[in-house]
């Protein structure tokens, strides 16, 4: 009997009838994926409503951002993006509906800020901003500001979010539970040299999404795969029970950041989860958090592949039995070696060959490389049949027609597969009277704040 479903289009041919055996728990059935569908939207219901919210996994909170682009967004708006180890500010001078003009730098943050204070890390983003502005000849102007934050906020209003928690390998003191705009606001304020406004601030899966619909009307999900996992969606203004403050009764949606990379934090997911992800989670800087962005996100890939490659060679499988000191070595495996042994055409190993190389395992052999191929497509293709999951499950709710969905995020941008395994995925599991398409957001996190900015100032004018 053949273990290996055939909607997974691996190399089975390849790869040994035992590793196929071992690696039977990565695969996802059609019936587990309906059963994670039903359950996620079980959650997002439950983060919806006030009653449930405290103890939801997807948390579903409201952004406050109530108006898409029309093409009729002018002027000069800066972005700050900050997300990962390094943080960008942009320039966007919006000209004509698709004419656009559009600087950008990457600053780094050390380590040390990472786990630093609050004050050290905006303080340094103040600084950033400064320069950026002083090379850029817009020191002395007065600019609007869209601020994209990729941390888990509560949000108040469109310019007030309260950190609920760092993720990411982030841990600075004196944010959690603060309102980051105005600890941003502080820091400028502190050095006193520049004059910003600060309009909005959103997630980068809710830049995607305004980012997608300057371009495309129909967007209605952004999704992040990328470092961590993340979906935003639209939702009827009626649904959200955690919806604070005025409402204008013109606008009948608003954008829902969903956070479900907390999806199976309180053992929701426990029933697809293998050793792999366990141990993944206990040696994380946040063990029992986030467990479906650890199953799906770029942080966490290569390590799950690492760690199976680790206990086949440990078990004889693998390599004649013979390690190496970096690949026994936690966070040696990349996850940009998943997408490139992935790249390599069937029945070839040359990127294959490199990684292994670089692993200190130059006595691989052919069999071995088909091997260690299907182990990375087993873990690739479970990350995206999980995203697919949650965005056939989100389609399904919003139930219109016609949807475009905005993805950005390295997973996604560079796994050579990961756009056929998701669209064939959400197709299978949609209703079949839904049509569908996914585009790859150009720029979610800067643009999209650029434009969440832009579309406030249109909407105050």
Known sequence: MDLVKPFMDLHV???????????????????????????????????????????ADIKCFITYVQDLPNGKEKGKFLALDLGGTNFRVLLIHLKDENDFEMVSKIYA???????????????????????????????????????????????LGLTKGILARWTKGFNCS?????????????????????????????NDSTGTLMSCAHSNRN?????????????????????CEMFDGPKDPNKKHVLINTEWGAFGDNGMLDFVRTEYDREIDHFSINPGRQIQEKMISGMYMGELARLAIVKFTRAGLLFGGVGSDILFKRGQFFTKYVSEIESDKPGTYMYCRDVLDELGLEHATDEDCANVRYICECVSSRAAHLVSAGIAALINKMDEKSVTVGVDGSVYRFHPKFHDLMKAKIRQFVKPDISFDLMLSEDGSGRGAALVAAVACREAH
């Open 13 to 55: 041919g390849e790869a040994s009838e035992v590793i196929r055996e071992q690696c039977q728990e990565l695969i996802l059935s059609d019936k587990q994926i309906e059963e994670i569908m039903r359950r996620l939207l079980k959650e997002i219901n439950k983060g919806l409503n006030k009653a449930t919210h405290p103890e």
């Open 109 to 155: 943050i050390p380590q040390s800020i990472m786990l630093g204070s609050g004050t050290q890390l905006f303080d340094h983003i103040a600084e950033c901003l400064a320069n950026f502005m002083k090379e850029h000849s817009v020191y002395e102007e007065k600019l609007p500001l869209g601020f994209t934050f990729s941390f888990p906020l509560t949000q």
């Open 174 to 202: 004196g944010v959690v539970g603060e309102d980051v705009v105005q600890l941003l606001k502080d820091a400028i304020a502190r050095r006193g040299d520049v004059t910003l406004f600060v309009m909005a601030i959103l």
């Open 219 to 239: 967007c209605r999900i952004g999704v992040i795969i990328g470092t961590g996992s993340n979906a935003c969606y639209v939702e009827r203004v009626d649904n």
